[in-house]
């Protein structure tokens, strides 16, 4: 029995169909964040901050599932562009590995966007099925780590929630007063950790500045976290702050 091989220009309809649904969705989903932002506004103003937490936790889903779809856009994008090289070259190019990978991977986890069903199907008859079943589990760890931290299920850390709300309140002119419990000093640096980046600071005399609380304060020259990470986890928090301002 003969093995079928891919359809290209089946995959190559279904990529462009692929790009414009998650365009779709990108925007759908921004534009019901923003209204959501009001509701919590509103629920903060009536002093029902449970409410406006849970809230808020949905609406930082929904903001990394709008990177996630922005990432598989940016991937889908790419094999377009570098079509030739599927058509013409029997083993996966290094290229387009990641690209490759982690469309196959994200598949199953977004059932909004079908149009990669088929898209993953043709990749599954190049690559063969072997080669998809290993993306499906990241078995080879090939897929963009930024995108399974973006599709992670998981709640999102409570101080992120409380920082969503601080802003929320601010732009809505709303008076909120922040969980206290939550603006400690390690819990802050912990959170903080993902989108600064900290390093020693030696003075004058060449030895550690303090802070008040008697801990060491950081100095640019010596970073404590690699740099590419700290990029790479900015998009926590910082791409809110841009979708927040109106």
Known sequence: ???????????????????NRLKLLEK????????????????????????????????VREDYLVEAMEILEMYCDLL????????TQKEIDEGLEECIASIIWATPRLGDVAELRPVLEQLSLKYSKEYADTCRNN??????????????????????VERYLIEIAKTY?????????LLQYDEVLAAEGMLLDFGEQP???GTDVKDKAGLP????QQPSYPAAPVVQEMSYSLNFWLRIKF
Do not use: C, W
């Open 1 to 19: 029995m003969f093995k079928s091989g891919p359809s290209y220009s089946k995959l190559k309809t279904n990529l462009r169909l692929a790009i």
């Open 173 to 181: 002119n709303v008076d909120y007063e922040p969980d206290q419990s």
């Open 139 to 160: 078995s080879n760890g090939k897929v963009n780590e930024k995108l399974i931290h973006k599709l992670d299920v998981h709640a999102p850390p409570k101080m992120l």
């Open 80 to 87: 377009l562009a570098r079509f030739g090289l599927i058509q």
């Open 203 to 205: 003075n004058s005399r």
């Open 28 to 59: 759908k989903k921004t534009e019901l964040a923003q209204k959501a932002r009001r509701e919590i506004a509103d629920y903060i103003q009536l002093n029902k901050f449970d409410r406006a937490r849970i809230r808020v936790e949905h609406i």
């Open 217 to 220: 304060v950081m100095n640019p």
